[in-house]
C-alpha cells in the first residue's frame, strides 16, 4: 500500500516562503494527479493546487495563483509546493492526494472527491 507524506511545513513571517514535499512511499503502476489542498480550523478542505502525472498542466485556486507554483519529480516520486508571498490567511494544514483514476487534471480535480489517497497534513502557519 502506497503511503504519502508531506513535510516542510512550519512557521513564516508573512511575505516569507516556504517548500512543502510530498513523497510517495513506493513506485505505482498508476499514473496519478496529485492535488494539494488545505484546511484551517472550522473550515472546509480547500483546493490550492494540482499537477498531472507528466507536470505538463498544473491549476491553481484564484487565491494562490500567481503565488504557489507545484512542481513533480517522478523519479523522486516526490511533488512539491513552492508558496511565496505567504499571508497569514494560508494558514492551515496542508494536504497532498492523489487521484489514481486519471494521469491528466480535469474539472475533478478541484475537489477533493476525485482523490483516493491521502497524507497526514503538513502545518503551515502564518504570522503577520
Known amino acids: 500500500q502506497v503511503q504519502l507524506v508531506e513535510s516542510g511545513g512550519g512557521l513564516v513571517q508573512a511575505g516569507g516562503s516556504l517548500r512543502l514535499s510530498c513523497a510517495a512511499s513506493?513506485?505505482?503502476?498508476?499514473?496519478?494527479?496529485t492535488g494539494w489542498f488545505r484546511q484551517a480550523p472550522g473550515k472546509e478542505r480547500e483546493f490550492v493546487a494540482a499537477?498531472?502525472?507528466?507536470?505538463?498542466?498544473?491549476e491553481y485556486a484564484d487565491s494562490v495563483k500567481g503565488r504557489f507554483t507545484i512542481s513533480r519529480d517522478n523519479a523522486k516520486k516526490t511533488v512539491y509546493l513552492q508558496m511565496n508571498r505567504l499571508k497569514p490567511d494560508d494558514t492551515a494544514v496542508y494536504y497532498c492526494?492523489?487521484?489514481?483514476?486519471?494521469?491528466?487534471?480535469?474539472?475533478?480535480?478541484?475537489?477533493?472527491?476525485?482523490?483516493?489517497?491521502w497524507g497526514q497534513g503538513t502545518q503551515v502557519t502564518v504570522s503577520s
Open positions: 499537477i498531472s502525472w507528466s507536470g505538463g498542466s498544473t
Open positions: 492526494a492523489a487521484d489514481f483514476t486519471r494521469p491528466i487534471i480535469s474539472i475533478r480535480s478541484r475537489s477533493p472527491r476525485a482523490y483516493e489517497l
Open positions: 513506493r513506485r505505482t503502476s498508476s499514473s496519478y494527479v
